[in-house]
């Protein structure tokens, strides 16, 4: 049986690869399935409080075209510098 932090990471997973936009998909998806599994408590909880966002939002604010709610802020800073990163043509 699935223990109850395990069910919420793999919710949590399945939120951040599928959010109703592919744009959102290919930067939050990717991000989860390298970082959230060591994320603590308090990371959760704000990660958490991010998928509750909508996706015109959340990409506004990684784009930086609008300004985040100020307990997102680091976190989407982090996803954002991971995907730029990821996404960057080779050299």
Do not use: C, F
Request: hydrophobic share 50%; glycine share 4%.
């Amino acid at each position: 049986m699935i223990d109850k932090a395990e069910a919420r990471l793999k919710r949590m997973s399945m939120r951040s690869w599928r959010r109703g936009t592919k744009e959102m998909d290919l930067i939050l998806g990717p991000w989860s399935d390298v970082h959230l599994a060591g994320l603590d408590a308090a990371r959760l909880e704000t990660y958490e409080a991010l998928l509750a966002e909508n996706d015109q939002d959340l990409m506004a604010w990684i784009l930086g075209q609008a300004t985040s709610p100020k307990a997102l802020t680091d976190l989407l800073a982090e996803i954002a510098a991971y995907a730029r990163a990821r996404l960057a043509p080779k050299a």
